[in-house]
T-cell receptor, first 108, second 116 residues
């Protein structure tokens, strides 16, 4: 099976940088994804890492270390609209399994 | 190009009734997934289906829950004899292929079930 650990919440001010760590245990691993979910909304895809290293997409970057079973999502130049829940998810055993989510609160 | 469509968005059922949740995947997607989300929690995998086949139902409760994805029409998640603990958001997602790599899975807006 799969298990994922990520912090439950993070608070930061506008313009700051936030890093959300994710460690995972899985019986099969293809890659690590990140999803964003605003209150009551659909989870939306942010990024996917299959290989070690950093992937950058605008203000958001995602990192993976397969040997450490670890990844993180980096949110830069935080904006109020970034207040949401962020989930890491592993693709393995032909399904996508999610962590419990990290609630990011951005303050003015 | 419509996204993943779920209905109803909100459903209220009394204990003991049946709930049917429908999901139409994105055009061209033949792989459907159902997830359940309780308040303040993550998304829990329930079932993975392709047309007319259940591929993985390891996350589905053994009793009262069933899912199908017929050749024609939407995927259906059916909950019989609902109990208060079934109250949750049920999200459907779809993809063009099985999740074995960089395969973006798109989610619907969810169906909120409330059991009273």
């Amino acid at each position: 099976g799969q298990s994922l650990e990520q912090p439950s919440e993070v608070t930061a001010v506008e313009g700051a940088i936030v890093q959300i760590n994710c460690t995972y245990q899985t019986s099969g691993f293809y890659g690590l994804s990140w999803y964003q979910q605003h209150d009551g909304g659909a989870p939306t895809f942010l990024s996917y890492n299959a290989l070690d290293g950093l992937e950058e997409t605008g203000r958001f970057s995602s990192f993976l270390s397969r040997s450490d079973s670890y990844g993180y999502l980096l949110l830069q130049e935080l904006q109020m609209k970034d207040s949401a829940s962020y989930f890491c998810a592993v693709t393995g055993d032909y399904k996508l399994s999610f962590g419990a989510g990290t609630t990011v609160t951005v303050r003015a | 190009n419509a996204g993943v469509m779920q209905n109803p968005r909100h459903l209220v059922r009394r204990r003991g009734q049946e709930a049917r949740l429908r999901c139409s995947p994105m055009k061209g997607h033949s792989h459907v997934y159902w997830y359940r989300q309780l308040p303040e929690e993550g998304l829990k995998f329930m079932v993975y289906l392709q047309k007319e086949n259940i591929i993985d139902e390891s996350g589905m409760p053994k009793e009262r829950f069933s899912a199908e994805f017929p050749k024609e029409g939407p995927s259906i998640l059916r909950i019989q004899q609902v109990v208060r603990g079934d109250s949750a958001a049920y999200f459907c997602a779809s993809s063009t292929r099985q999740p074995d790599g960089e395969n973006t899975i798109y989610f619907g807006e969810g169906s909120w079930l409330t059991v009273v």
